[in-house]
C-alpha cells in the first residue's frame, strides 16, 4: 500500500480586494469584495513508502497548502487524500502520531523552555512508552549533536541550533511519515550541510518517508531522486530529477578557468553564456559534439588553468519549465 495517495486535491482560498480611490478603507469594511485563489486545482500524485521526493515550485505554487492538507491542518474542497490509511482531516488524533512535520519559520518547541522541556512535553502529548522514548532521544541526541543544546531556552539557540532541536522534536515519537516546509531556510552553509546529512541518514537507515518543499535548489540536488514541480496549484512536472533534466534539455555545460584573462574564448560548437573575471562558462549539445572533441580544442587553442563539465543547475531547468509554460505558470 502506498503511503500517500492524492487524487484532483483541491483547495481555493478567498482573498479580499481593497477598493480604490477616496475613502478606499472605508468602503473596503463596510462592502468587502472578494476574489477566489485556487491554491490547489486539481493535483495528483502517489507516493511509496521510503521515498525521499523534493516538491518545488515559485512563492504562491501551493506547496505549503499541500503539506498542511497532508499533515490534517486544512480540510481541502475537493478530491482524495490518504495517508497511511488515513484520512488526515478525519482521522486526526490517530493520524498524527504517525507523522512529523518540520515547518522552517515556525517552532513547535516552547520559547521559554529548554529544549529538554519540549522534548520531554512532546513525550507526553504523544503517549510515546518511557523505554521507547529514551532511546529515540539519545539517538537524536547523538545523531545531531544536541547535548550541549538540551538545557538551554529555546530562544537563546541559534536558526541551525533551534532546527536541529526542531527536526528531533519532529521525530521522538518515531514517525512514519517527515513533511518538511522549508526546512533550511536562512542557515548557514554549516547547518545546511548538517541538516541534509540528517535528513538523508534517516531515510536510508529507518526507510522514513519524507517530503521535502524547497527553494534552496542544493537541497533537492543533495537530496531527492524524485521532484514534483508545481506552479499556480497544477502538477508540471512529476519524475526523477535526470528526466527532468532530459525533459527540458540534453545541454551541457564546460566551465573554463584561462590562464590568460585577456584571452577570448569562442568555438563554433558551443556558446559562451557566461564570463566572469577569468572563468567563463559555455553550453553546448553533447549530440553535435562530443564533451572529449570540445574540451580538445579549446585545451589546445586557449591557456587554461583550469575545466570542468558538469548538466546545467536545476535553478535553471526549472526556471525553463515555468517559462516554456508562460505567464499562467511563471513565478
Known sequence: MPAIVVEDLRKAYR?????????????????PRWRTVDALAGVSFTLERGELVGYIGPNGAGKSTTVKLLSGILVPDGGRCEVLGHVPWKERVAYVRRIGVVFG????????????????????????????Y?????????????????DVPVRQLSLGQRMRCDLAAALVHAPDILFLDEPTIGLDAVSKLAVRRFIRRVNQERGLTVILTTHDMDDIESLCSRVLVLANGRLLSDGPLEALRAKVTHERWLIVDLADSAAELADPAAEVIRREGDRVTLRFDPAAVSTAELVGRVSARYPVRDLYVQNPPIEEIIARIYGDRGDEAGP
Request: charged fraction near 30%; glycine fraction near 4%.
Open 15 to 31: 482573498i479580499a480586494v481593497r477598493h480604490k480611490g477616496a475613502f478606499a478603507g472605508l468602503r473596503s469594511f463596510l462592502r
Open 105 to 132: 519559520q515556525r517552532t513547535q518547541l516552547w520559547w521559554d523552555l529548554p529544549a529538554r522541556d519540549s522534548f520531554d512535553l512532546l513525550r507526553d502529548i504523544y503517549r510515546v512508552p518511557p523505554a521507547d
Open 134 to 150: 529514551r532511546r529515540a532521544l539519545d539517538e537524536l541526541v547523538t545523531t545531531l549533536d544536541l547535548a550541549p543544546l538540551l
